[in-house]
């Protein structure tokens, strides 16, 4: 560096005035330095750090709206790495008379240091919570704070008339019977194989294990099996191993693990179970690695690779699947305080609002390359199912902010009603499938899940058509019934036709078999919930007899091949989501309606229970405060 002499003054005079000046600067700098930093080994340093660090890096995401993603103009730089451009490797207010329950309730609040254990191992994810500040970290006693209701009801949400108490037991002894099946003869597998009295792994959840413990997790703890639910606890804490390496399904892994530990997590306050459903969150966002940020429906976990189903066609993603990702996603950035979750599914949701859309329908191919649509095959049930079903739920969780998704979801309640709603010529209301303008008259058993969705959005339709949806709602439901009413082990196939003379029934020897599945009795829930009429709690009593009937084996529950012969076949298989929601929703239609009541929890499409974000309440001072100082 070269430095001009100044008039009157010496070159070795300058040097030592400059030097004095620098050794002054210096001191300074570090005094302030020194001042700055004690700050933060003070006490009270917690409001201070809020006061001193940028509000725009801390600050929450507001659901529901296209700026969503603008909102963090200026993102940690250590979350940068995370936004998809690297491939990851890698009391509740109850006063439960359980004591079990009362103990996990203690071990929940025993949670309340909310700085994430720190390791040398430790994630991004984890390493961008436990580096923001308190005040930005989620606090299980806030969201407490939040919710309207105790989650689990007055009295565990027993109902007062004994019939009702004398059903939910029998649920409750159900699912006990299918648990320690499990836990006796596939502990660790997927599912439990009851004939032949083993455990399944299969290759849905890419080496993952134990879908059958994540899935069970909340159901156990609703209906306070306590014992099941510590085993099921012990084993997420020491066996749940997330560093497999095999393919998943993008959309399994999501609504069963990440949806099964969230909610666990919500319910208890164990922070094993956010910080596994955070750390398996990370490992899904390599799939968003696409041109268009739609993720493709396969992912290896280990690599991060990821590619389309083979029989998808064109190499496109699954509308069901990729639209089948925003409740667990909002919620995993909500517990991380990384937005990138959010973003991820935000990307998702714009693109579909802004695409132009065949009669307003939504199909179900879509590439991630192009972002168009690649087949016009339409259908509530399988492959598009779930994506309306999140758009009506996303809304509901946004605590009613969501107003994108509540328009998106009632255009295409519009659009579904014009082009697939049928009337049978016996006077059967059903969803017909729609393929580039020509109706399919099947349903299959996949899609009276909607029976419950329209139902849950009828109140905030436009208000003339309420009642409206409410009827829809109540016939196809209705249908969807018929289905079980006219088959002979009263359980419903797996599609069911309204040509050629049939009414609600399978014409076809595939479409004859019933794997277990809710969506007939998720609906019969939702029915009860919204009108009380005690038909609902009937029918779903006919299902648990011809379940108890047919379904029951010597070492659990399995799938008949043939609902219309009474000498069934099992298919030796107990399904995950029997446990997560066939029997979760038929013990919630016996039970009270404040057991997970709707006022503050949406279930997933696993039927995993997730709370309404009340983001005034979960980030206002007063709650906080109320917080600190008890
Ligand atoms: C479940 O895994 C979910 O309900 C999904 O949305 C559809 N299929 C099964 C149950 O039938």
């Known amino acids: 560096m070269v430095f001009r002499k100044l008039p009157g003054v010496s070159a070795s005079g300058m040097g030592l005035r400059l030097s004095q000046k620098f050794v002054f600067l210096l001191f300074l700098s570090g005094l302030v330095t020194l001042c700055f930093g004690a700050l933060f080994f003070l006490p009270d340093s917690v409001r201070l750090k809020r006061i001193f660090l940028s509000k725009t890096e801390v600050q929450p995401v507001t659901v529901g709206s296209e700026n969503d993603v603008r909102e963090h103009p200026k993102r940690p730089k250590e979350q940068e790495h995370l936004r998809g451009l690297t491939p990851a490797k890698g009391e509740t207010g109850t006063k439960s008379k359980s004591p079990n329950r009362e103990e996990t309730e203690a071990g929940g609040k025993a949670q309340e240091d909310l700085t994430l254990p720190r390791s040398k191992t430790e994630s991004a994810s984890q390493k961008a919570t436990s580096t923001g500040t308190s005040s930005d970290t989620f606090s299980f006693k806030r969201f407490q704070r939040c919710l309207l209701k105790p989650p689990l009801g007055r009295d565990d949400g027993r109902p007062a008339d004994p019939q009702s108490n004398e059903r ?236 994108d998704a509540k328009t998106m979801y009632y255009s295409a309640m519009e659009a579904i009603e014009a082009n697939l709603v049928q009337k049978s010529p016996g006077g059967l209301t059903y969803m017909a499938e729609w393929r580039g303008g020509i109706l399919d008259h099947k349903m299959g058993h996949l899609a009276c899940f909607s029976g419950g969705m ?86 779903g009593w006919e299902a648990v007899e011809a379940l108890e009937q047919h379904c029951r084996v010597e070492s659990g529950f399995s799938g008949i091949r043939d609902v219309y012969t009474m000498t069934v076949s099992h298919d030796n298989m107990q399904q995950s989501f029997f446990l997560s929601e066939t029997l979760k929703y038929l013990y919630l239609l016996f039970s009270d309606d404040d057991l997970l009541s709707f006022e503050d929890w949406v279930f997933n499409t696993e039927a995993h229970p997730l709370p309404i974000i009340r983001k005034s309440c979960l980030h206002d001072e007063a709650t906080e405060e109320k917080t600190v100082s008890e």
């Open 454 to 539: 329209i139902g849950i959005g009828a109140d905030d339709g436009a208000p003339e058509k309420r009642q409206h949806y409410l009827d829809l709602a109540a016939e196809i439901t209705h249908t969807c019934h018929e289905s079980y009413a006219r088959s002979t082990t009263k359980l419903g196939p797996e599609a069911f036709r309204f040509d050629s003379g049939a009414e609600a029934t399978a014409t076809r020897l595939s479409d004859r078999y019933y794997i277990l599945r809710p969506e007939v009795i998720e609906s019969y829930m939702y029915m009860w919930r919204l009108t009380h009429d005690p038909k609902y709690r009937d029918w």
């Open 168 to 403: 939910r037991e029998k649920v409750k002894e159900m699912m006990k019977f299918a648990w320690d099946n499990y836990k006796g003869y596939a502990w660790g597998k997927n599912e439990l194989r009851p004939l032949t009295k083993n455990g399944h792994i299969g290759n849905m959840f890419g080496g993952l294990r134990g879908a059958s413990i994540i899935d069970s997790l909340d159901t156990l703890y609703i209906m306070g099996l306590m014992e099941e639910y510590n085993d099921a606890k012990e084993w997420v804490k020491t066996s749940l191993d997330l560093n497999s390496n095999g393919e998943a399904s993008l959309f399994e892994v999501n609504i069963r693990y990440v949806g099964g530990l969230l909610s666990a997590y919500y319910l208890t306050g164990e922070e094993v179970f956010k910080n596994k459903a955070v750390e398996l969150g990370e490992k899904l966002l390599p799939a968003f690695n696409t041109p268009t940020g739609i993720p493709r429906g396969v992912i290896n976990l280990g690599s991060g690779t990821s590619w389309s189903w083979g029989w998808a066609s064109a190499g496109s993603s699954i509308l069901a699947e990729f639209g089948t990702l925003h409740l667990e996603f909002v919620h995993l950035t909500e517990l991380s305080n990384n937005p990138i979750y959010k973003e991820k599914v935000m990307n998702i949701r714009k693109l579909l609002n802004k695409i132009e859309k065949p009669h307003g329908l939504y199909p179900n191919f879509l590439s991630p390359v192009s972002g168009n649509w690649v087949q016009h095959h339409v259908s509530i049930g399988g492959l598009g199912d779930s994506f309306y079903e999140y758009l009506i739920k996303s809304y509901l969780m946004s605590d009613k902010t969501d107003e």
